[in-house]
Structures are given as structure tokens and as C-alpha cells.
């Protein structure tokens, strides 16, 4: 089990403190100020940006109890689809506010970056539509998000940060997603 997840580990041996643990990537892309702070925070249980925050960039650490058996992410909320973002993740959460069509527009523009970036790998790919709370300034359907992902060939979700609704489900999927995978691979 350890081994299969050192497996990935292996192929990003850079940036971490040296440790040599099973531990998986996960970035967060999106257009800035649909909730990706806000969905972090909430998977790392804090209620300030208090932590590992260097260079106006943030990621957390946590281990979550799955399905019985335990997983260590490092989630980490970045604002641009800079090169690196694209090279470094296990798996990517691409989100948008539901309350902002522009958004939506930009997480079928970086899903579009992302594949060309890492076109032979099998990355898990979670469509996040944020803001599910806010019904009335709605731009983007639950069917239309639906059906993005759909056509892109990722999973989809709606969340809402501010209800803490769907947010531990999003995470979880994460994590089922990237053991899909690693099922698939090691022998
Ligand atoms: P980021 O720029 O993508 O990191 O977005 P932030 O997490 O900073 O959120 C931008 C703004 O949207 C903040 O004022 C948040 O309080 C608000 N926000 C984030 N998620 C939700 C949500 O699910 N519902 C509502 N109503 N507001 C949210």
C-alpha cells in the first residue's frame, strides 16, 4: 500500500521538507474570487490563512481517513494556471462560481491547459461549481456543469464553502480518484 503510493510520490521528488511518506498533490486552479481560499481552508480546519503561506501562495496539509483507509493530501490554492502548477499536481480541482459565467468559461479554458500540459497522464480532474448557497444570483446551472464535465472526461461537484455544504464529499473524491488510479497502475 505504502509502496504503491510512493510509487507517485517518487516522480515529484522536489520542494517538500525531504520527507519520504506517501503524499499526493492537489491543486487547486481557478479564476480569483470563487471560493478556492475558502474551500482550503475548510479542508485544513482553519479559519485564517495561518499556515505554510509563502509567496502569496498557500497549501495545507492534511491526512483524511477514507473508505477505512488513510490518505495524506497537500492541497495547495493557487490563482493562475502558471506552468508549475500544471507540472506538480497528483490531481487538480478546477473551480468555478456558479454566481459567475466568466468563471465557468475559464474552468473549460484551463482543463483545455491542463490536458495539453500533461497529455499522457491520467490525472483525476474534479469540476467544482462553488457558491451553491447563493440561489439567486445563479449564472451557471447544475446541468450545464454537469455537462462540462461530462464532455471534458472529469468528475463533477457542486459545493458551497459558506455552508460548509459538499466540501468534505469534494476532498474525499479526491482521494478516491487518485486510489482509482493507482489502482490502475501498480501491477
Ligand atoms: P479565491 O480568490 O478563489 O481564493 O476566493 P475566496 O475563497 O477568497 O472567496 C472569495 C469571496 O467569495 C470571499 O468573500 C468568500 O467569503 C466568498 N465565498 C467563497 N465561497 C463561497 C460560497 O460558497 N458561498 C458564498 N456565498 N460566498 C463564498
Redesign the pocket.
Request: aromatic share 6%; hydrophobic share 35%; with cysteine.
Given at each position: 500500500r505504502a509502496g504503491a503510493a510512493r510509487g507517485s510520490w517518487s516522480s515529484e521528488s522536489s520542494g517538500s521538507s525531504g520527507a519520504w511518506e506517501p503524499l499526493y498533490r492537489v491543486v487547486l486552479l481557478?479564476d480569483?474570487?470563487?471560493?478556492?481560499?475558502?474551500l482550503v481552508s475548510l479542508f485544513a480546519g482553519v479559519q485564517e490563512r495561518d499556515v505554510l503561506e509563502q509567496h502569496g501562495e498557500a497549501a495545507y496539509e492534511r491526512t483524511l481517513c477514507v473508505d477505512g483507509e488513510e490518505t495524506t493530501l497537500l492541497v495547495m490554492?493557487t490563482?493562475e494556471p502558471e506552468h508549475q502548477c500544471l507540472q506538480v499536481g497528483n490531481a487538480y480541482v478546477i473551480?468555478y462560481s456558479v454566481t459567475d459565467r466568466g468563471s465557468f468559461e475559464s474552468a473549460s479554458e484551463l482543463r483545455i491547459q491542463l490536458r495539453r500540459a500533461r497529455q499522457p497522464e491520467d490525472i483525476p480532474i474534479i469540476l467544482v461549481g462553488?457558491?451553491s448557497?447563493?440561489v439567486r444570483s445563479r449564472e451557471v446551472s447544475v446541468e450545464e456543469g454537469r455537462a462540462c464535465a461530462a464532455v471534458f472526461g472529469c468528475k463533477f461537484i457542486e459545493?458551497?464553502?459558506?455552508l460548509q455544504h459538499n466540501v468534505a464529499e469534494l476532498f474525499e473524491g479526491v482521494v478516491r480518484q487518485l486510489r482509482l488510479r493507482r489502482g490502475g497502475k501498480e501491477p
Amino acid at each position: 500500500r505504502a509502496g504503491a503510493a510512493r510509487g507517485s510520490w517518487s516522480s515529484e521528488s522536489s520542494g517538500s521538507s525531504g520527507a519520504w511518506e506517501p503524499l499526493y498533490r492537489v491543486v487547486l486552479l481557478g479564476d480569483p474570487g470563487v471560493g478556492k481560499t475558502s474551500l482550503v481552508s475548510l479542508f485544513a480546519g482553519v479559519q485564517e490563512r495561518d499556515v505554510l503561506e509563502q509567496h502569496g501562495e498557500a497549501a495545507y496539509e492534511r491526512t483524511l481517513c477514507v473508505d477505512g483507509e488513510e490518505t495524506t493530501l497537500l492541497v495547495m490554492d493557487t490563482w493562475e494556471p502558471e506552468h508549475q502548477c500544471l507540472q506538480v499536481g497528483n490531481a487538480y480541482v478546477i473551480v468555478y462560481s456558479v454566481t459567475d459565467r466568466g468563471s465557468f468559461e475559464s474552468a473549460s479554458e484551463l482543463r483545455i491547459q491542463l490536458r495539453r500540459a500533461r497529455q499522457p497522464e491520467d490525472i483525476p480532474i474534479i469540476l467544482v461549481g462553488n457558491k451553491s448557497d447563493l440561489v439567486r444570483s445563479r449564472e451557471v446551472s447544475v446541468e450545464e456543469g454537469r455537462a462540462c464535465a461530462a464532455v471534458f472526461g472529469c468528475k463533477f461537484i457542486e459545493t458551497s464553502a459558506a455552508l460548509q455544504h459538499n466540501v468534505a464529499e469534494l476532498f474525499e473524491g479526491v482521494v478516491r480518484q487518485l486510489r482509482l488510479r493507482r489502482g490502475g497502475k501498480e501491477p
